[in-house]
């Protein structure tokens, strides 16, 4: 098992996230979260990539407790996280903010070449807008942005949180069949998204998040065809 | 007025020469800053205690009277800024270590961090006052002082010429260093966005230190600039010239380095022609009526941004 979250509660403040959030990710998936707004899906990532603490519960990663772990540490341990929305350096350029990526692992000149054209390869745009500051690119050109450098750290696990938001309905499909791509090249990727429909499509496995709380997990497939789950989340009545 | 006229290029002078001093000073307070949205006020400390240092070294090593060779007092100017950028350094880190690292720790509330930096700062220099001297202190001079050229008929010393010269050199290499290097650009990514920054795997904590360290180098470059320029240090000599530092600063747009540079040119440049135009005495009213002016049509200073947005 690559990640397995525990019995998860995280807080903010007295406000309570997750009421005991479990699941695992085996090592080459694809894991989809799903849920509505507020349901705890970013609260879980945070969990993960250790910007949250946990409250209660436990995190493995890798064969190892990671509950404790600083954010930074993660990240060497190879866990990265695209965040939600334009989490980018803004005053940084687009090459500038790929670097940051390596921060962690720092390396050589040729190495850094080559894990920028795949990069690159993923995402043209970027390419040629590499010297532009990331602050001034548009939303979908951030969103590319966020997950380019969250792969520049070469991750065992790649973290997306709602990598379709604010995307045009060309680009979200683009963007999906991208993150099929990453994990055909070796990357297990846990996603969390509001696209059930999209996500579900291309996930192995997925979990629903309500308020918190699990209370739907299965197969992608399966799951799309659920007809509570199609009610709820695919907009079909 | 035909004073301020007739003077016009010795003032430029001068003013730029004490500009420099305010700008490496300034420094210290936009990149601690821009990182954690604090002001240190207890960097006027760290600035006197890098006096000190340069003082000591250069009681110790240049107490024997003379014509020393040029290249002896460069290594000596050498060895008393290396000596006062050690300590400047240090206290800059004791600082952070002891008066804001455990407030972080704790989540306190910011206007805690403002109460310790205050502490911080008279605690240090009452304790350089009380364990040192209260008096006055001199310190050798080591250049003699020599008109180096005449531009536009006013003389131009080469002690101002070192002054601008080696303050130009400090501030560039902290430039290249924040936007060339990997640790650089953490610092940048955690004053942009501290959460991101941890995502990629940037020790905060690590870069705070950084942060109070360059800012603590900058500092003690310029307490052994002051002590060749002026001849002397004193316990509070940080008071007045940290707060005319942080005026350079906000002036120029706090968080903004290459606005440190500006706020502290124009500042030494505004008290200089202002002290011209109404009198000496009125020096320090000058410097602070501008600062009020300026934020009352530019809020953010002059170059705005901050260390995170500023390209810079
Ligand atoms: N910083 C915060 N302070 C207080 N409460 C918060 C904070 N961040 C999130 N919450 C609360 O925690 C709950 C879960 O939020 P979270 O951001 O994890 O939801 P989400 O599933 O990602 O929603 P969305 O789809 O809108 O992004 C919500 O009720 C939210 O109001
Ligand atoms: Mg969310």
Do not use: C
């Amino acid at each position: 098992m690559l990640l397995e979250i525990t019995d998860l509660q995280v807080f903010y403040g007295r406000i309570q996230a997750l009421h005991g959030v479990s699941l695992y990710v085996a090592q080459g998936e694809i894991v989809a979260l799903i849920g509505a707004n507020g349901a705890g899906k970013t609260t879980t990532m945070r969990a993960v990539s250790g910007l949250r603490p946990a409250a209660h519960g436990r995190i493995r990663f890798d064969g190892e407790d990671i509950t404790k772990l600083r954010a930074d540490l993660r990240v060497r341990r190879g866990i990265s996280q695209a965040p939600e929305g334009r989490g980018i350096f803004p005053g940084m350029t687009v090459l500038e903010n790929l670097d940051m990526g390596t921060y962690a692992r720092r390396p050589g000149r040729e190495q850094r070449q080559q894990d920028l054209e795949r990069v690159f390869g993923l995402f043209p745009r970027l390419k040629e807008r590499r010297m532009q500051v990331a602050g001034t690119m548009s939303g979908g050109e951030q969103q590319m942005l966020t997950i380019g450098r969250a792969l520049m750290a070469r991750p065992k696990l790649l973290l997306l949180d709602e990598p379709s938001m604010g995307l045009a309905p060309m680009l979200i499909s683009q963007i999906f069949s991208i993150i099929k791509e990453i994990n055909g090249q070796g990357v297990t990727v846990l996603v969390v998204e509001q696209n059930a429909q999209q996500s579900l499509s291309i996930a192995d496995r997925a979990y629903i998040l309500e308020t918190g709380l699990i209370v739907t997990q299965g197969k992608g497939r399966d799951l799309l065809a659920d007809p509570a789950v199609k009610a709820a989340y695919l907009g079909v009545a | 007025m035909k004073f301020l006229i007739d003077n016009f290029w010795t003032l430029t002078s001068t003013g730029l020469t004490q500009g420099a001093i305010y700008a490496l000073i300034a420094l210290g307070y936009t990149l601690v800053y821009g990182v954690l949205q604090l002001i240190n006020f207890a960097h006027s400390e760290v600035f006197m205690v890098g006096s000190f240092f340069a003082m000591w070294t250069l009681n110790a090593l240049a107490s024997h009277e003379g014509h020393a060779g040029a290249l002896l007092i460069i290594g000596l100017l050498v060895l008393a800024g290396i000596a006062a950028m050690i300590g400047s350094g240090i206290t800059a880190l004791f600082v952070e270590f002891i008066a804001y690292r455990p407030l972080r720790r704790r989540n306190a509330p910011r206007l805690v961090f403002l109460i310790s930096a205050i502490g911080a700062s008279i605690a240090i220099s009452e304790a350089f006052g009380i364990f040192i001297s209260r008096n006055i202190l001199p310190v050798p001079q080591l250049v003699q002082p020599k008109v180096v050229l005449t531009l536009f008929g006013s003389q131009i010393y080469n002690m101002q010429v070192i002054i601008v010269a080696a303050s130009i050199v400090m501030m560039v290499g902290l430039d290249q260093f924040i936007r060339r290097t990997r640790l650089g650009r953490g610092v940048r990514a955690v004053a942009q966005d501290q959460d991101t920054a941890a995502l990629m795997g940037v020790n905060k904590d690590r870069v705070i230190a950084l942060t109070f360290l360059l800012g603590g180098l900058m500092a003690g470059g310029a307490a052994l600039l002051y002590t060749q320029q002026f001849g002397l240090t004193r316990f509070n000599v940080g008071f007045l010239l940290g707060i005319k530092a942080f005026t350079a600063a906000v002036l120029g747009g706090i968080g903004n380095l290459r606005g440190a540079l500006l706020g502290g040119l124009v500042l030494g440049l505004a008290e200089n022609y202002g002290s011209a135009l109404v009198g000496s005495q009125w020096r320090d009213v000058v410097a602070f009526v501008l600062l009020i002016v300026i934020l009352m049509f530019r809020p953010t200073g002059i170059l705005g941004e901050s260390l995170g947005k500023a390209r810079a």
